[in-house]
């Protein structure tokens, strides 16, 4: 597709189950962004991308949470032992990168863990 | 630290008149500016941008003016429409390699009919 494809829309999990949330990002952006936006909330940055440089980790709230982009594509937010507190919606974002960061969001993912 | 502040978390005008959102920003190493609209249970969408070597960037009824020594930014519409009710984020970001976007918390914009 044309747009950032996110999967799944939507997620339900258990507390203390492990998630997966992929990001495809528009073909030859070299920039790709996390966020997450909780009830209520503003958007909260978690992970940053760009090209072969190491990726930005400042954003990750602990260390059940990691993320890996394959190849400068496809990007995969794992997230461990989920709580409760991780419930919102999981937005990922792409840009050309270095002179152009007007970034194209995905519709989410709606992340809901009971 | 936030270095990107959007101190009003809501706005509510009516419909025709003129919706000013403002924006500041710590950071003078900024050199990009851009404005994004968000409707519930949808991503945000890039909505108009302003270089540092501009103070003024228009856009059909969206208006961008950058006050670079005040370090402050404003996003003007007019006519204001009810389909303008959405929150609108500032974001900013620095020249060099790493080109991370800094955003604000939002300001959710309300426009009655």
């Known amino acids: 597709g044309a747009g950032v494809s996110q999967s799944p829309s939507n997620k339900v999990t258990e507390k203390g189950k492990d998630v997966e949330l992929r990001c495809d990002p528009i073909?030859?952006?070299?920039?790709l962004y996390w966020y997450r936006q909780s009830l209520g909330q503003g958007l909260e940055f978690l992970i940053y991308f760009q090209g072969n440089s190491a990726p930005d980790k400042s954003g990750l709230p602990s260390d059940r949470f990691s993320a890996e982009r394959t190849g400068g594509s496809v990007s995969t937010l794992t997230i461990q032992r989920t709580q409760q507190e991780d419930s919102a919606v999981y937005l990922c974002a792409s840009s050309l990168g270095h002179t152009n960061t007007e970034a194209f969001f995905g519709q989410g993912t709606r992340l809901t863990v009971v | 630290d936030q270095q990107v502040k959007q101190n009003s978390p809501s706005l509510s005008v009516q419909e025709g008149r003129i919706s000013i959102l403002n924006c500041d920003y710590t950071n003078s190493m900024f050199d990009y500016f851009l404005w994004y609209k968000k409707y519930p249970a949808e991503g945000p969408t890039f909505l108009i941008s302003?270089?540092?070597i501009k103070d003024k960037n228009e856009d059909g009824r969206f208006t961008v003016f950058l006050n670079k020594s005040a370090k402050h930014l404003s996003l003007h519409i007019v006519p204001s429409q009810p389909g303008d009710s959405a929150v609108y984020f500032c974001?900013?970001?620095?020249?060099?390699?790493?080109?991370?976007?800094?955003w604000g918390l939002g300001t959710s914009l309300a426009v009655n009919p």
């Open positions: 974001a900013a970001s620095k020249a060099g390699n790493n080109r991370k976007l800094i």
């Open positions: 073909s030859g952006h070299t920039a």
């Open positions: 302003i270089s540092s």
